[in-house]
């Protein structure tokens, strides 16, 4: 494993009980930097954190990503214990259920909508003063091929990743003078519990676009959201990283 540089770093990383949101915080941990774990599960939270515990300064905080006061009050737990905040990685996201968009309901797309892309909004917007004051940070989305592409089956998925990627495009333009850098990745398929909530054949889909002919691996986006989450990463911002298995070509 490389070593990225982030000690003295202090980084929320938002659905991080589980998944990739776990391995992203395991390796900010590894990195030297402190992290607040976010998730709406506290036990699968408590879980996490002691699993966590060994690499580093972590603590967890029970956090509803579609609720501004929760939000509010995972970031008032963290500048409690940090004293600052330095790294926001919103994560948190769901696949929702495959089927045609005529045969969604109205539920299920607002649901995903609303934790997929109004979450990282409310997020961003409740933490980004706190970057701006000092003069530092970095903003990691973790968006989605889906985004680019539109999996059929997947449109409020696809659409609400589509969305990351415009939000990470207008925050990054907004930001670009500031010391506050904002980028996204768009992975194609990455091996974890999420697949519990999509069928088959959606899988087997996925997995046939992939030349490399393997799903990415939980540690694969946790490494390239190290190096955005470093002052390494100074001069890309707005920015799209896709982490595809060479699915994505533009």
Request: charged share 15%; hydrophobic share 45%.
């Amino acid at each position: 494993m490389n070593q990225i540089q982030l000690s003295g770093r202090k980084a929320i990383v938002t659905g991080g009980a589980r998944g990739i949101g776990l391995a992203i915080a395991e390796r900010l941990l590894q990195s030297g930097a402190s992290v607040c774990l976010w998730d709406v599960d506290a036990a699968a939270l408590d879980t996490a954190c002691a699993q966590l515990a060994p690499h580093g300064e972590i603590i967890g905080a029970k956090v509803d990503v579609t609720s501004a006061d929760s939000i509010e009050a995972g970031v008032q737990k963290a500048l409690g214990v940090f004293g600052k905040l330095d790294i926001l990685v919103n994560n948190a996201g769901i696949a929702g259920q495959n089927a045609k968009v005529w045969e969604l309901s109205p539920e299920d797309w607002r649901r995903v909508v609303d934790i997929n892309l109004t979450g990282p909004f409310l997020c961003c917007r409740a933490v980004i003063p706190h970057l701006l004051a000092n003069g530092y940070g970095r903003i990691v989305n973790i968006a989605s091929i889906a985004g680019k592409e539109g999996n059929p089956n997947a449109s409020h998925y696809s659409s609400s990743k589509s969305g990351v990627i415009a939000l990470t495009k207008s925050l990054g333009k907004e930001l670009a003078t500031s010391g506050v850098i904002v980028n996204c990745i768009t992975p194609a398929v990455i091996e974890t519990d999420i697949f519990a909530q999509m069928s088959q054949a959606h899988i087997d889909y996925m997995l046939s676009k992939i030349p490399m002919a393997r799903f990415g691996q939980k540690h694969e986006a946790a490494a390239l959201t190290a190096w955005l989450c470093s002052e390494d990463c100074s001069f890309s911002t707005g920015a799209v990283f896709d982490l595809s298995g060479g699915r994505a070509t533009y």
